[in-house]
Structure formats: C-alpha cells, structure tokens
C-alpha cells in the first residue's frame, strides 16, 4: 500500500505518522526482523510444549457423523 492508501485504510493516522513509522522501519530493519523470528520461534516453542486443549480435543474426537457433540 501506499502511504496515501494507508492513510485512507486507517483515518486515524496522518501520513507523518505513516511517514514515521516507515522511517523508523528502514533504520531499524535487522532488529526489527530478528524480532519477528524470535517471537516466531518462541510460539512454536510453546505450541510444542503447551499444546491447544481445544485441539487435542477435537483430534480426540471421531464422530461418525460428523456432527458436534454437546459437552
């Protein structure tokens, strides 16, 4: 998108804020990348080591007819 485009999409921020914040980005591009994949490492780690109840759950469940059971 362009500035202008984000600025319509999001009428709250002015195109200095849009600006801003893309000027921030470009001089903070490696650390902002590194943490990106740090998060995204640490939720896949805690995915492995907590898994989702609700999909256990429903892995857990083979109903036949395919419908949801109650409780």
């Not at 600025?7 to 490696?30: G, M």
Request: hydrophobic share 35%.
């Amino acid at each position: 998108m362009s500035a202008d485009e984000i600025v319509d999409a999001y009428p709250h921020l002015t195109l200095a804020d849009v600006y801003a914040a893309l000027a921030y980005y470009h001089d903070h591009r490696d650390d902002i990348h590194h943490d990106l994949e740090a998060g995204r490492v640490l939720a896949e780690s805690l995915k492995k080591h907590y898994p989702s109840k609700l999909q256990q759950k429903l892995r857990g469940s083979h109903v036949a007819d395919d419908s949801v059971s109650s409780g």
